[in-house]
């Protein structure tokens, strides 16, 4: 098979070819490996999704030890070669969550995720650029410089998860890892063309992933499409006695086969969407979402394709969601401050030379080693937790919280599903919000509230505004992939969405 042939193959559609021997696995990585790695070596003439390369494939790969499906339930991942974010730490592989207080950092284990996946036969394909400690929506908080998108190389690829956004699109890599805190799978994806599903919060296991904000991170794929995602996520969910927050999933991850949508109710927030029915919200905050027209007609059109497939699209309330980007910014900044506590010189990383003391070795550390933006959220949240406020702020913000998980749970007794537009806006330019953290913030406006409750949601590319790239987000009740990657599934097959003119 020609590497162009190849590198047209879905994932799923990869692993087949491998398990019926028309392709062998060394040959499907070593396409893959090619494009990664010139990429890579192209530095800013390329897209900068990778931060490392393997440089070649297992060992037990080349023995064609891989050439079979390896004895597993489910699917196999027959060889297809993964990209993973680089915040997964991989044994003796660089894993620097885009930090510069990381720099150099080999970790001497590997992540659960990273490890089942591996197991189950995709093996490590290079390590993705991401916003600094996952803080960010578009990548360029990377101390490694900005992964573009390849839509348009002036433009952003989202974040924080961009790099593999960027790498799946453009395809440098068959799939990738990314993870999700407040929409760092699901707005690069909506941003790329490409799928992204932030799974129920716990289905996958965190041990391993360098922490941002710990009751919230979410490992998750980003695919080309929809049968993608289910087979990695298949290939990653389960309870991990290493992570006491890691849940056993219910059901085995079964490949979406539904054509229809009949009798499914798919409900429409109005303070997600502006409702709509009709005209966007007003983009001041904490009115609304200030939906790009382009972007709401094209979340429109996909409305009428799911009431063609026989779906009953309402009106649905989630009063408490235009407060939900409030409250994430008081608790993963509180969060992220506990956790990058552990970055101070001595057990991981940059240590900064030619302190005074120990006190002035932490300080200096930590001054060269985090980038403007992490600084600031550390700050933010050493302010809310701090003893006056703890209770004005972070209390508060948590209240919040539950009520936004109560909504959704009121909101799920009336549909099925809730659907907005992944993002306000399609990909943005380099450079343009970096000036205003705020407006660089609303771009999860419509992410944030599912992760505050915990709750599985996926994105689409549902078709293009302005030549970029829309993404249709779906969200369901706890544990109910399985039904919402169907609903995912008769969609896309009705969009029929092109991403190949990323793919040059
Ligand atoms: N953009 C959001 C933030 O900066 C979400 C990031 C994420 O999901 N990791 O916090």
Redesign the pocket.
């Given at each position: 098979m020609s590497d162009v042939d190849i590198i047209a193959l879905s994932a799923a559609a990869a692993a087949a070819a491998v398990g019926e021997g028309s392709l062998s696995a060394s040959e499907l990585f070593d396409a893959y490996r090619e494009r990664a790695a010139a990429d890579r070596a192209a530095g800013a003439d390329g897209l900068n999704c990778f931060t490392w390369v393997a440089e070649q494939a297992p060992p037990e790969m080349v023995s064609g030890a891989f050439a079979q499906p390896p004895p597993l339930t489910g699917a196999s991942l027959a060889g297809v070669p993964l990209a993973v974010k680089d915040l997964f730490c991989t044994e003796g592989v660089p894993s620097q969550s885009g930090s510069r207080i990381l720099e150099g950092y080999l970790p001497p284990y590997t992540a659960t995720a990273v490890s089942r996946l591996a197991g189950a036969g995709a093996p490590l394909l290079g390590k993705t650029n991401q916003d600094e400690f996952?803080?960010?929506?578009s990548t360029e908080n990377s101390a490694f410089g900005p992964a573009l998108n390849p839509w348009d190389r002036g433009r952003v690829p989202g974040?924080?998860s961009g790099g593999s956004a960027a790498a799946v699109a453009a395809g440098l890599a068959p799939w990738a890892l990314g993870?999700?805190?407040?929409?760092?799978i699901r707005q690069p994806a909506a941003l790329c063309g490409i799928v992204g599903l932030k799974p129920t919060y716990g289905a996958v296991s965190r041990y391993g992933m360098i922490a941002?904000a710990s009751s919230l991170d979410q490992a998750g794929p980003l695919t080309r499409d929809v049968t993608d995602a289910a087979l990695l996520l298949g290939g990653m969910v389960g309870r991990d006695e290493r992570d006491a927050t890691s849940l056993q999933f219910p059901y085995e991850i079964e490949l979406p086969a539904a054509e229809r949508l009949d009798g499914v109710r798919l409900g429409v927030p109005e303070e997600l969407t502006g409702g709509a029915a009709g005209g966007g919200p007003s983009s001041d905050g904490e009115a609304g979402a200030g939906i790009e027209a382009g972007v709401l007609d094209a979340f429109q059109a996909t409305l009428a394709r799911a009431e063609e497939l026989g779906a009953e699209v309402r009106p649905v309330r989630l009063p408490h969601a235009p407060h939900a980007l409030s409250a994430y910014y008081v608790l993963?900044p509180a969060e992220c401050s506990s956790n990058l506590a552990r970055f101070d010189g001595v057990r991981y990383g940059l240590r900064a030379q030619g302190a005074d003391d120990l006190l002035d070795m932490y300080t200096r550390t930590r001054h060269d080693g985090f980038g403007p933006e992490v600084k600031r959220r550390i700050m933010l949240g050493t302010y809310a937790l701090s003893s006056g406020y703890y209770d004005a702020f972070y209390g508060r913000a948590q209240r919040v919280r539950t009520k936004i998980s109560e909504d959704f749970r009121a909101a799920f007794e009336s549909v099925d599903f809730i659907v907005t537009p992944t993002s306000p806006t399609v990909a943005f330019r380099l450079k343009e919000k970096t000036g205003d953290p705020w407006s660089m913030y609303l771009?999860?406006y419509c992410t944030v509230p599912m992760s505050l409750a915990g709750i599985p949601a996926i994105s689409i590319p549902c078709g293009l505004s302005e030549a970029l790239p829309v993404g249709f987000q779906i969200a369901g009740p706890v544990f109910s992939e399985n039904r919402l990657l169907d609903v995912a599934y008769a969609l896309e097959q009705a969009i029929g969405f092109d991403g190949s003119p990323a793919r040059v």
């Amino acid at each position: 098979m020609s590497d162009v042939d190849i590198i047209a193959l879905s994932a799923a559609a990869a692993a087949a070819a491998v398990g019926e021997g028309s392709l062998s696995a060394s040959e499907l990585f070593d396409a893959y490996r090619e494009r990664a790695a010139a990429d890579r070596a192209a530095g800013a003439d390329g897209l900068n999704c990778f931060t490392w390369v393997a440089e070649q494939a297992p060992p037990e790969m080349v023995s064609g030890a891989f050439a079979q499906p390896p004895p597993l339930t489910g699917a196999s991942l027959a060889g297809v070669p993964l990209a993973v974010k680089d915040l997964f730490c991989t044994e003796g592989v660089p894993s620097q969550s885009g930090s510069r207080i990381l720099e150099g950092y080999l970790p001497p284990y590997t992540a659960t995720a990273v490890s089942r996946l591996a197991g189950a036969g995709a093996p490590l394909l290079g390590k993705t650029n991401q916003d600094e400690f996952a803080m960010g929506s578009s990548t360029e908080n990377s101390a490694f410089g900005p992964a573009l998108n390849p839509w348009d190389r002036g433009r952003v690829p989202g974040g924080s998860s961009g790099g593999s956004a960027a790498a799946v699109a453009a395809g440098l890599a068959p799939w990738a890892l990314g993870t999700d805190t407040g929409g760092s799978i699901r707005q690069p994806a909506a941003l790329c063309g490409i799928v992204g599903l932030k799974p129920t919060y716990g289905a996958v296991s965190r041990y391993g992933m360098i922490a941002f904000a710990s009751s919230l991170d979410q490992a998750g794929p980003l695919t080309r499409d929809v049968t993608d995602a289910a087979l990695l996520l298949g290939g990653m969910v389960g309870r991990d006695e290493r992570d006491a927050t890691s849940l056993q999933f219910p059901y085995e991850i079964e490949l979406p086969a539904a054509e229809r949508l009949d009798g499914v109710r798919l409900g429409v927030p109005e303070e997600l969407t502006g409702g709509a029915a009709g005209g966007g919200p007003s983009s001041d905050g904490e009115a609304g979402a200030g939906i790009e027209a382009g972007v709401l007609d094209a979340f429109q059109a996909t409305l009428a394709r799911a009431e063609e497939l026989g779906a009953e699209v309402r009106p649905v309330r989630l009063p408490h969601a235009p407060h939900a980007l409030s409250a994430y910014y008081v608790l993963a900044p509180a969060e992220c401050s506990s956790n990058l506590a552990r970055f101070d010189g001595v057990r991981y990383g940059l240590r900064a030379q030619g302190a005074d003391d120990l006190l002035d070795m932490y300080t200096r550390t930590r001054h060269d080693g985090f980038g403007p933006e992490v600084k600031r959220r550390i700050m933010l949240g050493t302010y809310a937790l701090s003893s006056g406020y703890y209770d004005a702020f972070y209390g508060r913000a948590q209240r919040v919280r539950t009520k936004i998980s109560e909504d959704f749970r009121a909101a799920f007794e009336s549909v099925d599903f809730i659907v907005t537009p992944t993002s306000p806006t399609v990909a943005f330019r380099l450079k343009e919000k970096t000036g205003d953290p705020w407006s660089m913030y609303l771009n999860d406006y419509c992410t944030v509230p599912m992760s505050l409750a915990g709750i599985p949601a996926i994105s689409i590319p549902c078709g293009l505004s302005e030549a970029l790239p829309v993404g249709f987000q779906i969200a369901g009740p706890v544990f109910s992939e399985n039904r919402l990657l169907d609903v995912a599934y008769a969609l896309e097959q009705a969009i029929g969405f092109d991403g190949s003119p990323a793919r040059v």
